[in-house]
């Protein structure tokens, strides 16, 4: 009888042992981590990647893999690029995503936001995601008032190196703000008027990752949250294509239609602005390009022509037609902006 208990036992043991290895790979996901365009090296990366392994994540390198390995990752890291990728990459990365792929792209100080920003606007996808590239704030600690589960999931705050602003448009939602109203973290679906919701995370200031209850030890939770996105057992959460909750006083607004095609055939002319407190009080809306260049201001009177003057038909104070791209908007209304965004120009 001990013979057999004993038996039991090892049996018991051993159907244990591979439930939790198949546990284990339920959740193991692999990372394709472009190492080659970014401005660190690898091992300034090491406890990042040692992190997302220590979560079930399989790295595999650019350097080593090529770009041929893009469609056998699950999820896409791009952290910092430092130069613009080419035409061919793009349409790889456009399509992998596309195709079921998840992305992950981190603006650090040292990289080129040029080179996220000229990504971000490819026009075979529509991330309506812009970075500010003419700002670049120091140490900020980064209050989590607005979440998407996973992302956010244990997170309270952030401590982040050099933010850059984020501007998000249609089929882009911010789930992580500084100072209520600030912008460091967004999630967008690039191909939602397809209803497809396959994702992209944007997230800026990311020298340092950790928790501020550990401002010197490194735990990387943000990361491996974000990681657990790609995982499909839980990017369910993400691909109902929902968006979190805005803090209290980030004012949405509202811009119709996004694109514009400017070319007089009296169809999408111009961008239509609708905003908290129209008609009600004296609002200016600025225009920037990507670079934070201020190309247009438009006063928009309070009472019945407000909503007249309140439009863009894509040329600077000038009055010249604009390049085609994509264009930040800010929306002030006695001396508060109330609401920001971007909107996209097509010629």
């Known amino acids: 009888m001990g013979r057999v208990k004993a038996n039991e036992l090892k049996i018991k043991c051993f159907y244990i042992v591979i439930l939790f290895f198949t546990a284990q790979l339920g959740n193991s996901q692999t990372i394709l981590f472009d190492d080659i365009n970014c401005c660190h090296d690898l ?65 650090i100080s040292c990289g080129n936001p040029a080179a996220i920003n000229d990504l971000l606007k490819y026009p075979s996808w529509r991330t309506y995601l812009v970075i500010d590239e003419s700002i670049a704030m120091p140490i900020c600690i980064a209050d989590i008032t607005a979440e998407i ?9 952030l401590l982040l190196d050099y ?18 109203n600030t912008i460091v973290a967004a999630v967008s679906y690039p191909f939602l008027d397809e209803g497809n919701c396959n994702f992209l995370i944007l997230a800026t200031g990311l020298h340092r990752w950790e928790n501020v209850e550990h401002p010197y030890g490194y735990n990387f939770k943000f990361a491996i949250n974000i ?3 790609s995982i499909d057992s839980l990017a369910h959460k993400l691909n109902s294509c929902s968006s979190p909750v805005y803090p209290a006083n980030f004012f949405s607004c509202k811009v ?3 694109p514009i095609t400017p070319n007089f055939d009296a169809i999408n002319d111009f961008a239509q602005f609708e905003f908290d407190g129209i008609f009600v009080k004296p609002a200016r809306i600025h225009i920037f390009d990507i670079h934070g260049h201020e190309i247009r201001t438009i006063d928009v009177p309070a009472g ?3 909503k007249q003057h309140a439009r863009w038909d894509g040329t600077d104070d000038g009055g010249n037609p604009v390049p085609e791209g994509v264009y930040i908007y800010t929306i002030e209304v006695a001396g ?8 996209t120009v097509a010629r």
Not at 336 to 343: A, F, K, Q, R
């Open 43 to 107: 091992s300034f990366w090491t406890q990042l990647i040692d992190s997302l392994e220590s979560n079930g994540a399989y790295i595999h390198y650019l350097s080593r893999e090529g770009w041929s390995y893009i469609d056998s990752a699950d999820m896409l890291w791009l952290m910092g690029p430092l130069r613009i990728y080419s035409d061919r990459i793009k349409e790889l990365i456009v399509n992998y995503l596309h195709k079921g792929g998840k992305i992950f792209i981190g603006d």
């Open 256 to 258: 119709v239609p996004n």
């Open 336 to 343: 508060e902006i109330v609401c920001e965004g971007t909107v």
């Open 149 to 157: 589960e996973p992302l956010t999931n244990d997170l309270n705050y």
């Open 304 to 306: 019945l022509s407000a």
């Open 227 to 229: 990681f657990h996105a």
């Open 163 to 180: 933010i850059r602003k984020i501007h998000c448009g249609e089929n882009s939602f911010p789930f992580l703000f500084v100072d209520k």
